[in-house]
Each structure stands twice: as C-alpha cells, then as structure tokens.
Nanobody, 121 residues
Framework: QVQLVESGGGLVQAGGSLRLSCRFS????????MGWFRQAPGKVREFVAG????????YYADSVKGRFTISSVYISNTLYLQMNSLKPEDTAVYYC??????????????WGQGTQVTVSS
C-alpha cells in the first residue's frame, strides 16, 4: 500500500517561496505518476502539478505555470513542489498524490494527509 507524507508547508509573505516535500513508501516509487493538489476553504480541489513515472513529463495548472516546479528524486523516494512568487490565492492545504497518469486528475488514488500553505498579503 502506498503511503505519502507531506512536509514543508507554513506561513510566507506574498512574493516569497516555499518547497513542499512528499515522502513515498510502500511500493516502487518509479512505477507511479505523482502529483500535487490543493484545496482552499470552500473551493473544489485543484490539480496543481503532475510528473510522469520516469520524470520526463510534467503538467502544470495555468494558475501556477511559471511559478511552481514539480520534481522527484528517485534515490530518496521524494517528490517536491518548489513554489516561488507566492500569492495570497495560493493559500490552501496541499496534498501529494500517486497514480497512473501524470496529467489526469482522476488517475490519482493514493493521498497524503496534506500540509497547510498560507500566503499573507
């Protein structure tokens, strides 16, 4: 069974940066597409970024394109989300997810517990 544990959230001022981490265990990391989702209070969950099982392809939502970077380090079974130029509207709980398609939000079936990101104006 896949287990995912996120870390790295926190409070940051607008324009600042944060890097989220997600530690993967329980299965072979390189066999999975990985992604980051977020959910703000009162809003639907948003698919933020995805990376293919070999790390060669990535997907970004228009809302974060050019500011966020998804990456993975297979030797440590860790997924990252580097978030730069943060905006108050990026405030949300961020979730790491594992699945079988890096660009299809419906393809993710394993989830972490989430980490809070708060961006102050």
């Amino acid at each position: 069974q896949v287990q995912l544990v996120e870390s790295g959230g926190g409070l940051v001022q607008a324009g600042g940066s944060l890097r989220l981490s997600c530690r993967f265990s329980g299965r072979t990391f390189s066999n999975y597409a990985m992604g980051w989702f977020r959910q703000a209070p009162g809003k639907v969950r948003e698919f933020v970024a995805g990376i293919s099982w070999i790390g060669a392809e990535t997907y970004y939502a228009d809302s974060v394109k050019g500011r966020f970077t998804i990456s993975s380090v297979y030797i440590s079974n860790t997924l990252y989300l580097q978030m730069n130029s943060l905006k108050p509207e990026d405030t949300a709980v961020y979730y790491c997810a594992a699945g079988w398609s890096y660009s299809d939000p419906e393809a993710f079936g394993s989830w972490g517990q989430g980490t809070q990101v708060t961006v102050s104006s």
